[in-house]
């Protein structure tokens, strides 16, 4: 069974910073691509980082130079670090393979207000 566990959201203020983990279970990790998705209130769930297999990242406009994706495969983990967050940041963050699958997790609450 295909699951992600996402973690380390929470509350931050303008300029802080948190990184988000998760773990996949039931794939072979190492050959995915994966990616960090989020959904704010009353908007379409959007991709914002990936990296391939290889190591490869891409990243959404929104977010470039700010937030810096990576993964672990002996861990089977993917990992995003978000610096210098913005009050349009706070979303329900999740991850999934690129492209997406079926299977989501419970996501990870972001919020970034004063």
């Known amino acids: 069974q295909v699951q992600f566990v996402e973690s380390g959201g929470g509350l931050v203020q303008p300029g802080g910073s948190l990184r988000l983990s998760c773990a996949a279970s039931g794939i072979f990790f190492r050959i995915y691509d994966m990616g960090w998705y989020r959904q704010a209130p009353g908007k379409q769930r959007e991709l914002v980082a990936s990296?391939?297999?290889?190591?490869?990242?891409n990243y959404a406009d929104s977010v470039k130079g700010r937030f810096a994706i990576s993964r672990d495969n002996a861990k089977s983990t993917v990992y995003l670090q978000m610096n210098s967050l913005k009050p349009e940041d706070t979303a329900v963050y999740y991850c999934n393979a690129d492209p997406r699958t079926v299977y989501w997790g419970q996501g990870t609450q972001v919020t970034v207000s004063s």
């Open positions: 990296i391939t297999s290889d190591g490869r990242t």
